[in-house]
Structure formats: structure tokens, C-alpha cells
């Protein structure tokens, strides 16, 4: 099992983009928390917790083209998904808002079989996090709520959401087995995410595409590299203004969809395409003869 390693520049590039809205999310996905491209044109959302457990194929412009009703699963806290590039999506029951849950998992759904039925059945993946001694833990140690869920190579990873009393800003990296029924996660490293606090610096989405990985809180985007397993620090886009982000999709050309949650405050419930010119990481300068 391939694992990715943290490793932060110093430097920083910013950029700020506006959100430039392609479509609305359907009243049936009004609380969308994942979001995942099975093609160039259609992606596949989902509901955060206690909502029905399916899964929904959409255009880029929104509309339902299909869903599907997972039978042996519930939708307990689902709050992201992704796809092997190949036949399973793997869809993360992984939300843990108290940090008291001992039934995280993952649910694996055959596409193909999700894409000719109304109705299938997913095997499921429960794992636990190694470093967790209680249930909930201590204030200062509210590290195993999770909003993101990305596949690389064989492996799974999740980025917890930091909820610590006093914020410390941290997320926690763990990577998953795909094969496995029943397993601790993978501890990889602790990651800084800011100190802004919960709106502007918990991790509510991810995705990776080719050779970067892309993180998204509520207000931005964040970028990195992958060099030997590692994960570099590239940039970070703002996306102003802020709203209930929660899913993000990349799809193989770089192309990439932003959703947020309907809200009464906030506004929201739409999906949105970051400009590619924006999310292009930085090319390296070549070193003058």
C-alpha cells in the first residue's frame, strides 16, 4: 500500500477568485457534502448525514440524471466520495461532529452496477483511528471528525477536520486499505492547516488528480504537489465569498466543480467551476545558461 507524506513550503503563493456558478443543486441534494467525476460531463453527489443513503449522477449544470439507493448501508454522518477510475466509488461515512463514533467506515459501490439499477448493495470497509484512546476525547484533542476522502493508487486517505477547544488548526492524515474488511487506519502525519478557525481552516473536501491534491475549507482551495509519495506545498486559491463548501470534483483534465449546501444565512446550492487558469500549479523557473 502506497502512502503520501506531508511536506509544507515556506513560501506561499495567494490568489483570489470569485465563484463563477454553472449550475444548481437540485432541492433532492440541497445538503450536498461529496462529489466525485465518473466522466468529463457527469458527477456523482451525495447528502450529508441523515439523509437517504443515495448516490446521484448529475450534469454540470445540475440536473438528476439518475440515482440510487445503496441497500445495506445508512447514512449515518456520509461526507465525501471518490472513485477508483476504474469501478468503485468509495463513499465515506466518516463524519464524527462529537468525536464519540466507533462505526466509522467506508461504503465500495460498483459503478457499473450503480449506473443500471435504482437499488444495489455496497461492501463495507470499518476502520478505526489508531491514536483515539476516547470517546469523545478531551477538548484540546478533537482531531477524528473527517469531511474528505481522496483515492490514490491502491489506498484511501482521509483529512480530518480540526473541532479543538482551543483551535490548534491541525488536521490528522490517515490512509485506508481498499481490501480490507476490517482495519486500524494508517496514521501518516499531523498537517497545519491555519489559524483562522473552523470556518476558514477545517478541511471539507478532497480530491487528487494526476500528480496534485487539492483540499478545500469553506473559503479556499489549497494545492499540492505529489513528488515520491510526498505531498508539496504548490498554492492556495481564496474563494470569496465564503459559504458551506463541502465537495469538490476533479476530473482527469484538470477541470474542477465546487459545491455548497443550500443555506438560509450563508446562501449556497450551487455548483461552481473554478477557472483552470487559476488552479494550474506554478511551474518551476528553469534555471538560466
Known sequence: MKTLLISLFLSVVNQVVGQNVIGTIPDKLKEISG?????????VGHNDGGNSPKLFFLNLEGKILHEVKIDNAKNEDWEDITYDGDDILYIGDI??????????????????KALKKDEVDAEK???????????????????????????????LYIFTKCRTEPWDGNSYIYSLATNKKNQEANFLSTFY????????????????????????????????????????????IYMKPI???????VNKDGRMIVADER?????????????????VPSKKKKNKK
Open 35 to 43: 462529489l466525485v467525476f465518473i466522466n468529463d460531463s457527469v458527477v
Open 263 to 279: 443555506q438560509t444565512a450563508l446562501g449556497g446550492g450551487y455548483l461552481y467551476e473554478i477557472p483552470k487558469a487559476v488552479i
Open 95 to 112: 463524519g464524527n461532529n462529537l468525536n464519540k463514533r466507533k462505526d466509522l467506515c467506508i461504503y465500495k459501490v460498483s459503478l457499473k
Open 243 to 249: 459559504t458551506q463548501k463541502e465537495a469538490i470534483a
Open 193 to 236: 492547516v491555519g489559524k483562522s478557525g473552523w470556518w476558514q481552516d477545517a478541511i471539507t473536501g478532497a480530491d487528487i488528480q494526476g500528480n496534485y491534491c487539492y483540499l478545500t475549507t469553506y473559503n479556499r482551495l489549497m494545492v499540492y504537489r505529489i513528488e515520491n509519495d510526498q505531498l508539496l506545498f504548490d498554492h492556495r
Open 125 to 155: 470497509i470499518s476502520f478505526t483511528y489508531p491514536n483515539q484512546t476516547a470517546f469523545p476525547p478531551s477538548d484540546d484533542d478533537l482531531h477524528y471528525d473527517a469531511e474528505a476522502l481522496c483515492f490514490y493508487k491502491d489506498s
